[in-house]
């Protein structure tokens, strides 16, 4: 029997790793058929990024190694397949997944590897095990590259498989010796479900816009025995990895099967979905479904950007900002979490039209939750191509990947490099930086809330635009403030040297453990470390709006009190104004100003005691839930 082994590694992130989903697939496809399993001896999974060392000490007598290539793990698999071939020259080398080029790149680049699998995998990478055990005629197998006689081929590009005959790896009881191995019993083991496959969309910058990328289904059957799997063997976590669930009418009924199992089996906790974005009313219907079931994890209501001139460029439509903000208010009015993409890089994005649009959705409603992603160039994407790059005058810039909250200096070693759009033809590296600044600081002080109380007074009361409030806020950070300035820029400190190519994009400090933050996540962290100074500071920007000293004194003392701290007891305090009530009523426009009422409020004790456990329950676990904000109750 000659061994295989699949190697997928995934980064442990808080207690948590997912299980080996796309090396599963592979392996559940290619042993349904009796030459593969009368050949073949499927050896362990390698599914967890450890050291290179420990990897390699898991592997024995290799006849085929397999590697599923991610842009988090490419260097790490790269490092461990030159090993591998070192010392088993005669192993085959097989690399596939989302990060290899549909070329021949890698052949030539790497001489460890013999064999590149371009696209889906599990026809070829069957037909290459069948082959490997034959006439060894890689010729006429599709979608692969392969090496022969030291030239490098490119076979035929062939349409994907329908899945009906696709096997589970689940079902068929691949990940069972994970989930029952001590060895993983103080790991929480997450797991991806598919339902479909492809996208009828074509945003540039997405895997799925590539040419072929043809929507289809796997049977009910399949998807309902995966639940059912991930259920009774206590998975928490379940991620869906369609594109756009709820794009055809069946999606509700896979909902419906999810929280039958939870109520069968209590798992799994979470069941989240990425929403099809253009038939709202059966999204919504879902995502209430998973709400009452405790299993959503808040509504992604993505724009990625607010610029039509953008929107054409990248091949996306949104919903107009009318609609956007009704969908925002009939999530709000159901007490569900919603969150809003934006795409920073993006071409024929300027900078006046980015923060533009940064504060539009403010506008529309939505103030609790927006992220800022950098636009990253993908192998297999339209952006990545020289067409586009030339195009929109594209620049970027590579940085080890310091996934957030991963461990510090972990995973360096062979980390993977990420490739950051950092500047177009519509927006200078400088402008991007700027943009930067402007994006993360309005995350920290609007969303998680630092200065979101006087921004929405102001725009009730006197009609102040977010727009002007915070543009004019980063103008004084950068021209007067004292401790606001230092802050940003010690939260971004490593931007220019990453832009001059000399440094990494990253941000850790010790005070809040030995972990990479989200830079909007740093900014708000080092800002409450620095409480009474921060507000100390932002006093002689906020004051200049306001006539009336009493009502500012009393707003600053609302604004100070409702952000959560680490080691506060229970406490009560009082204000002057009925501002409790005010912000309840936020979306009612009728309400502009507060009552001027004494009012008696109580703040519970402090969920935590320090600041690494507050920078884990506030600002990473609690971010969608809005635990920055102290839940008051009145007495």
């Not at 790149?105 to 026809?123: A, P, W």
């Not at 403010?362 to 067409?387: K, L, M, W």
């Not at 510090?408 to 943009?435: C, H």
Request: glycine letters at 4%.
């Amino acid at each position: 029997m000659k061994n295989l082994y699949l190697i997928q590694p995934s980064g442990i992130i808080s207690k948590s790793v997912f299980l080996p989903y796309a090396s599963g697939t592979l392996a559940a496809f290619a042993f349904q058929h009796e030459s593969i399993k009368s050949n073949y001896r499927l050896c362990d999974f390698i599914f967890i990024k450890n050291s290179i060392a420990e990897a390699f000490a898991k592997i024995d007598n290799p006849f085929v190694a397999g590697f599923s290539c991610y842009m988090w793990n490419i260097e790490y698999n790269l490092e461990l397949a030159r090993q591998v071939k070192e010392k088993w020259p005669e192993c085959t080398i097989i690399f596939g997944g989302p990060q290899i080029p549909e070329n021949t790149e890698y052949l030539d680049k790497y001489s460890f590897i013999d064999i590149l699998i371009h696209g889906e995998g599990e026809m070829p990478f069957y037909l290459v095990l069948e082959q490997l055990i034959g006439d060894k005629d890689f010729s006429v197998i599709d979608n692969i590259s392969y090496k022969k006689d030291g030239k490098s081929f490119k076979t035929k590009k062939a349409p994907p498989c329908p899945l009906d005959d696709f096997p589970s790896p689940y079902e068929t009881g691949l990940f069972d010796s994970i989930v029952n191995n001590p060895e993983y019993k103080d790991l929480s083991l997450d797991a991806v479900v598919e339902t479909n496959r492809g996208c009828p969309y074509g945003c540039i910058y997405c895997y799925w816009a590539r040419s072929g990328s043809v929507f289809r289904t796997f049977p009910m059957r399949r998807v309902k025995n995966d639940l059912e799997w991930l259920a009774r063997n206590k998975i928490k976590y379940c991620l869906c990895a369609d594109g756009n669930f709820g794009i055809i009418d069946r999606d509700e009924k896979i909902a419906d099967y999810a929280i039958e199992v939870r109520k069968k089996y209590g798992y799994p906790h979470r069941f989240e979905t990425a929403s099809e974005k253009n038939k709202t009313d059966a999204a919504f219907r879902i995502n209430q479904k998973l709400e009452i079931a405790g299993l959503n994890r808040g509504v992604c209501v993505a724009v990625q950007s607010m610029n039509e001139k953008t929107l054409e460029a990248i091949g996306r439509k949104n919903l107009s900002v009318n609609k956007f903000a009704q969908e925002l208010n009939k999530y709000r009015k159901h007490n569900i979490n919603t969150y809003t993409d934006l795409m920073l890089g993006l071409p024929e994005e300027t900078l006046e039209s980015f923060c533009k649009g940064l504060f539009d959705i403010i506008e529309a409603g939505q103030h609790y939750s927006i992220t800022v992603h950098r636009c990253e160039v993908f192998p297999n994407t339209p952006i990545y191509s020289d067409e586009i790059r030339n195009k929109y005058k594209i620049k970027t810039m590579r940085s080890q990947l310091c996934q957030k909250h991963n461990n510090v200096n972990k995973d360096l070693d062979f980390s993977s490099r990420s490739e950051v759009i950092i500047g177009t033809d519509a927006m200078t590296p400088q402008e991007w930086y700027t943009a930067e600044r402007i994006s993360i600081s309005v995350q920290s002080f609007h969303s998680m809330g630092l200065l979101r109380f006087f921004a929405v007074y102001l725009r009730k009361a006197h009609n102040v635009s977010y727009y002007d409030f915070y543009m004019k806020l980063y103008d004084w950070i950068e021209n007067e403030s004292r401790v606001l300035k230092r802050l940003l820029d010690h939260t971004c400190e490593n931007f220019v040297p990453f832009i001059e190519g000399k440094s990494n994009l990253y941000f850790a400090d010790e005070r809040f453990g030995s972990i990479y933050w989200d830079f909007e996540e740093a900014l708000f962290l080092c800002s409450v470390a620095e409480f009474e100074a921060f507000y100390d500071d932002v006093k002689s920007y906020l004051g200049r709006y306001f006539d009336d000293a009493e009502l500012f004194n009393d707003l600053l003392r609302y604004q100070k009190e409702m952000i959560a701290l680490p080691c506060k007891d229970e406490r009560i305090f009082e204000t002057q104004y009925d501002w409790h009530e005010y912000f309840r009523l936020i979306f009612d426009p009728a309400v502009t100003h507060p009552e001027k009422k004494k009012t008696a409020l109580k703040i519970p004790v402090s969920e935590t005691d320090n600041w690494f456990d507050y920078a884990r329950v506030v600002a990473w676990y609690g971010r969608r839930d809005e635990k920055s904000i102290n839940p008051a109750e009145y007495v």
